[in-house]
């Protein structure tokens, strides 16, 4: 089994940064180098939003809503996936979570964590 553990959630003002760390460890497949790593979070009553990628080979992408404010970043040696978040606003208000694939075997490597919570308000 693969597990998957998100940290550095908690209480900022606007404007404050955050960085949430995503960790996995246990009976990972291959090596945590080919996996593509996403970020999402989702607040109440809303959709749940892709915030950023990064690739094994460590090309990354956002979503307007977020570009120049978040980055994604890994260390593969430690199995862990940082995502940076700046001039944080209201409405980034959400659980966060992380979710790792391989993307050639996505239906068998699609693992999640259980969230961490950011709420950004003064």
């Known amino acids: 089994q693969v597990q998957v553990v998100e940290s550095g959630g908690g209480l900022v003002q606007p404007g404050g940064s955050l960085r949430l760390s995503c960790t996995l460890s246990?009976?990972?497949?291959?090596?945590?180098?080919?996996?593509?790593v996403n970020w999402y979070r989702q607040a109440p009553g809303n959709r749940r939003e892709l915030v950023a990628t990064?690739?094994?080979?460590?090309?990354?992408n956002y979503p307007d809503s977020v570009k120049g404010r978040f980055t994604i970043s890994r260390d593969n040696a430690k199995k862990t996936v940082y995502l940076q978040m700046n001039s944080l606003r209201p409405e980034d208000t959400a659980i966060y979570y992380c979710?790792?694939?391989?993307?050639?075997?996505?239906?068998?490597?699609?693992?999640w964590g259980q969230g961490t919570q950011v709420t950004v308000s003064s």
């Open positions: 246990g009976n990972i497949f291959n090596s945590f180098d080919i996996y593509t």
């Open positions: 990064i690739a094994s080979t460590e090309g990354t």
């Open positions: 979710n790792a694939f391989i993307p050639a075997m996505k239906t068998s490597t699609d693992f």
